[in-house]
């Protein structure tokens, strides 16, 4: 696929997102998931990872799914619903606060889960290669560039003075 001469920013951001979106729909494919679906596991895997996957500490809730993946809440909740009928995922209210739901990858979950993330860490040493790979400085400062650019706001209401 040739970006043609010129291209603007986001005409770039946009095509490298479909690009990476359709790469990674095809790669988890073979492990009957989706881009999306793959998304919401592994960022549930990466919330209990980071809570030390201590008994004691509380599940993520469906809330801190959305947050930390960028998507939004009804979608998740949509993704979660099927995940959970393929048994993948289980939900349960929260005992001090019913109107919060927790979510917990299944032993079946984490047996698609993990070899999904194998694939899709090769899929993005393709990606990262012409930056030198992930451990490159190319590639360190092109992940400080993109956080930058997730944490400006944008408001499709405002104007230019």
Do not use: K
Request: glycine share 8%; hydrophobic share 45%.
């Amino acid at each position: 696929m040739q970006t043609p001469p010129g291209a603007m920013a986001g005409a770039l951001v946009w095509r490298l997102a479909n690009r990476w979106r359709t790469a990674v729909d095809r790669a988890v494919g073979v492990h009957d998931l989706t881009h999306a679906t793959y998304v919401a596991l592994t960022t549930l895997y990466s919330l209990r990872a980071g809570a030390g996957s201590a008994d004691d500490a509380p599940a993520p809730s469906q809330r801190a799914l959305a947050d930390a993946s960028g998507m939004e809440p009804m979608y998740v909740s949509r993704l979660i619903r099927s995940l959970e009928s393929d048994g993948l995922v289980v939900r349960t209210r929260d005992e001090r606060d019913t109107r919060v739901v927790r979510l917990e990858i299944t032993d079946a979950g984490l047996a698609v889960v993990r070899p999904a993330m194998r694939t899709v860490q090769t899929l993005l040493d393709q990606l990262l290669a012409p930056l030198g790979g992930r451990g490159s400085e190319r590639t360190a400062e092109f992940a400080a560039t993109l956080t930058e650019l997730l944490d400006a706001p944008l408001d499709p209401g405002a104007t230019d003075a």
